[in-house]
């Protein structure tokens, strides 16, 4: 199983980004993909996840009402739609899948995730 993030770049503040996750050796249908974010010194956090049993988005405080999850099946990916970008949603995104069937409270903690996309640069800068 591959992970492959992508989309990242340079964003004003306000503007917006979509990244995408790809996956390869997996089919994304039933199991848990999130978003992780990393800036510069900080730990990993939690951005949200899509859990494909159930086909329902969660998010983290910050991302709620900006970013959206969603899942294009026919291109085997989970995406990150983020809108209104601010200075300190400058990251490194990873995504991350879980084979097993975690509960919606361990969505948050890295180690419910059994595979890791590599992570993408978005850097929202004047």
């Known amino acids: 199983v591959q992970l492959q993030a992508s989309g990242g770049g340079l964003v004003q503040p306000g503007g917006s980004l979509r990244l995408s996750c790809a996956a390869s050796?997996?089919?994304?249908?039933?199991?848990?993909v999130a978003w992780f974010r990393q800036a510069p010194g900080k730990e990993r956090e939690y951005v949200g996840a899509f859990r494909g049993s159930m086909n329902t988005k969660y998010y983290t405080n910050f991302a709620r009402g900006r970013f959206t999850i969603s899942r294009d099946s026919g291109k085997n990916t989970v995406n990150l739609q983020m809108n209104s970008l601010k200075p300190e949603d400058t990251a490194v995104y990873y995504c991350?899948?879980?084979?097993?069937?975690?509960?919606?409270?361990?969505?948050?903690?890295?180690?419910?995730?059994?595979?890791w996309g590599q992570g993408t640069l978005v850097t929202v800068s004047s």
């Open positions: 991350a899948l879980s084979l097993g069937r975690p509960i919606v409270s361990s969505f948050p903690d890295p180690g419910t995730y059994d595979h």
């Open positions: 050796g997996v089919t994304f249908g039933s199991q848990v």
